[in-house]
């Protein structure tokens, strides 16, 4: 996931874990596709992205507000027709070890190189109650420092 020009494969079969996806098992995104039809009677794709910008909106606030002094920076632009439904935050020193104690605590990001940390928000099935309850998980790995944790910073092949 660092997207160098270096780029080499995995040796052997390790190299196949992760790409295009076989044919036969994407029928399950049949169910996907369903959820997202039932989605229009309330407001179909135009209800969802109000809900992604106000996802978003509300994320990139509360960290402002809530983890202010912890050396965080806004990536992820503020005009919404300049962002989709993630929010890219970068910090100098542990990134990746952050997402990683988040991720110990049910709260899925992601990591990308040199220093974003990255998190998505579906508007099908994430709250406004997610989104509180993921700053202050956030603010807490900060305020107590749970990143530095050993256990935080190993990396492994999927971030």
């Not at 202010?68 to 990134?95: F, K, N, W, Y």
Request: glycine share 8%; proline share 6%; net charge negative.
């Amino acid at each position: 996931f660092e997207f160098t020009p270096d780029y080499r494969p995995a040796p052997g079969i390790t190299r196949y874990l992760c790409g295009t996806q076989p044919i036969l098992s994407m029928t399950a995104l049949d169910c996907g596709l369903d959820t997202l039809l039932a989605a229009q009677p309330l407001g179909g794709m135009a209800a969802l992205r109000t809900k992604s910008l106000a996802l978003t909106d509300l994320f990139m606030a509360l960290v402002e507000e809530r983890c202010a002094g912890h050396g965080l920076r806004m990536v992820t632009p503020r005009p919404h027709a300049q962002r989709g439904s993630q929010v890219c935050i970068s910090r100098d020193e542990g990134a990746y070890a952050m997402v990683q104690a988040l991720i110990a605590r049910g709260v899925i990001g992601d990591y990308r190189a040199p220093d974003i940390l990255r998190f998505g928000f579906t508007p099908l099935y994430i709250g406004f109650e997610d989104v509180w309850n993921a700053v202050e998980h956030l603010k807490q790995v900060l305020d107590t420092a749970e990143w530095q944790r050993p256990e935080f910073n190993q990396k492994h092949a999927v971030t």
